[in-house]
DNA sequence: AGCTCCCGCCAGCCT
DNA sequence: AGGCTGGCGGGAGCT
């Protein structure tokens, strides 16, 4: 370690002073965009360089690139792999039970109860309960609510979500801060109160409110203000390796992609049989894997305008099936 | 005492 | 067979 991506904290200097938060995911975190700042736009970072640059074991990066992959900040070479997972093995199963219980997936989920869902502050156990669906074991929710914290601690060093107390109860809960205005029209949308403001995104992503959870080395994603598509590859692998263009990728649009039930993967989705519901999902698990835009700040509220407009097309779904069923 | 979440074991997959 | 990835839960630190 050669410089102080840490933060300026005499811990650092002084093992003595040991304090776990220094190790902490999200500082981490924050510390992994800073290293990725360090590099050019659309560079590729090494596992072992990274875990060796931030002082942790490359299991934390893996961690940390999952998590940030599920909203598409960075991106993994790991395609070859990916495409094996279109179901013709004998363990497609295990496969995609694993992948369905991944960090990835289980931070587009948590992303998308605050985007579709009536609640503003979410706790955790709330969460993973909702997450879980139908499955009531404790042991689960016990699992599920720990992954959350590692999800939720990245989150908030990158200023998406906050910590605070409930109001009501005063048990720490989460709300989502990030993207006030509709990416679609680049407008800011008219603040009714918070809650209508839930389904509305926008604003760069580093344009954020100015909220601290935590110490200020968790605040900027990236000190030019904007954040980088990033590729982390094992350091063997980081040789000429050929990626889309911006243009390309670009020109295939938001229109390519159907996205699926706004609940968690485990439930079933409303008048759509399970074989489409499967497919949708799907859908929605490649676009992380297929869309790759130059900045952080367009993918993002492209991504959560895909969340709205799947959303909405949703609901006058349901309402049509209701409809339909008051008739007969 | 309950909450939070780091740490590393080890299963499963890949090369 | 050995390496890589990452789900998982023990248990220690924190509040």
């Not at 720490?172 to 990416?183: D, G, H, L, T, Y």
């Not at 992503?205 to 100015?210: G, R």
């Not at 990033?230 to 992609?257: H, I, W």
Request: hydrophobic letters at 35%; aromatic letters at 6%; proline letters at 3%.
């Amino acid at each position: 370690m050669s410089s102080s991506l840490h933060t300026e904290d005499s811990q650092w200097k002084n093992p003595s002073i040991y304090s776990r938060k220094d190790k902490s995911l999200g500082l981490l975190c924050s510390n992994f965009l800073k290293l990725c700042d360090r590099e050019g736009v659309d560079s590729t970072i090494g596992l072992d360089n990274a875990a060796d640059q931030l002082g942790v074991e490359r299991r934390r990066i893996y961690d940390i690139v999952n998590i940030l992959e599920s909203i598409g900040v960075i991106a993994c070479n790991h395609s070859d792999v990916k495409e094996k997972g279109e179901g013709k093995t004998s363990g497609s199963h295990k496969i995609d039970n694993r992948k369905e219980k991944s960090l990835m997936i289980l931070a587009q989920n948590f992303v998308k109860l605050f985007h579709c869902s009536d609640v503003d502050l979410i706790s955790l156990d709330k969460a993973a309960s909702a997450l879980l669906g139908d499955v009531h074991d404790p042991m689960a929710m016990k699992t599920k609510t720990r992954r959350l914290y590692d999800i939720a601690n990245v989150f908030v060093s990158m200023n998406l979500i906050e910590k605070i107390r409930s109001p009501d109860n005063g048990k720490p809960v989460f709300r989502w801060i990030a993207w006030k205005e509709n990416p679609r029209s680049g407008s800011a949308v008219a603040a009714k109160s918070d809650d209508s403001m839930r389904r509305t995104f926008g604003e760069e992503i580093t344009n954020i409110v100015p909220k601290r959870c935590r110490d200020d080395s968790s605040s900027d994603l990236m000190s030019n203000g904007q954040v980088k598509r990033l590729k982390v590859a094992k350091d063997d692998e980081l040789k000429d390796k050929k990626q889309m263009s911006a243009e390309q990728l670009n020109e295939r649009g938001t229109k390519d992609f159907v996205f699926g039930p706004f609940g968690p993967s485990s439930l079933p989705r409303p008048g759509v049989s399970g074989k489409e519901n499967l497919k949708q999902i799907q859908n929605w698990e490649d676009l992380a894997s297929k869309y790759h835009p130059q900045y952080q700040n367009k993918a993002a509220s492209e991504l959560f305008a895909h969340y709205v407009e799947a959303w909405e097309s949703w609901q006058v779904e349901a309402a049509n099936e209701l409809h339909k069923q008051h008739e007969h």
